[in-house]
Nanobody, 120 residues
Framework: QVQLVESGGGLRQPGGSLGLSCAAS????????MGWYRQAPGKQRELVAT???????NYADSVKGRFAISRDNGANTVYLQMNSLSPEDTAVYYC??????????????WGQGTLVNVSS
C-alpha cells in the first residue's frame, strides 16, 4: 500500500505564487519518478511536470519558465513551485508517483488532489 498526501493548494490572485508538496509513504521499495498533473473544469487531465530519480525534469509548455518541480528523495516528497499564476492555471492538481513496492513490482499511485484557484 502506497499513499500520496498533498498539501499547499489554495486561492491566489493572478501573478501570485503558490507551492505544492506531496509526500509518499507506505510500502515503498523505490520511486522511479514523481510528477504533477492537473484537471481543469471541462478539460481532461494533463501533465504539468515530472521529475525522475536522477533529477531529470519534464514540463508542459504552458508552465515552462513559471513552474519548477523538485524532490527530496530522502523524504519521498515532490514539490511544485508555481509562479506568475494565471486563471488558466486553475485546476485540481494531482500528485503521481511510479513506485516499486519490491524490486520488480511497480505501479502508479495518485494523490487525492488539491485545488488551486487563481482568481481576483
Amino acid at each position: 500500500q502506497v499513499q500520496l498526501v498533498e498539501s499547499g493548494g489554495g486561492l491566489r490572485q493572478p501573478g501570485g505564487s503558490l507551492g505544492l508538496s506531496c509526500a509518499a509513504s507506505g510500502s515503498i521499495f523505490s520511486i522511479v519518478a514523481m510528477g504533477w498533473y492537473r484537471q481543469a473544469p471541462g478539460k481532461q487531465r494533463e501533465l504539468v511536470a515530472t521529475i525522475n530519480s536522477g533529477g531529470g525534469t519534464n514540463y508542459a509548455d504552458s508552465v515552462k519558465g513559471r513552474f519548477a518541480i523538485s524532490r527530496d528523495n530522502g523524504a519521498n516528497t515532490v514539490y511544485l513551485q508555481m509562479n506568475s499564476l494565471s486563471p488558466e492555471d486553475t485546476a485540481v492538481y494531482y500528485c503521481n508517483a511510479r513506485v516499486y513496492t519490491d524490486f520488480r513490482v511497480h505501479g502508479d499511485y495518485w494523490g487525492q488532489g488539491t485545488l488551486v484557484n487563481v482568481s481576483s
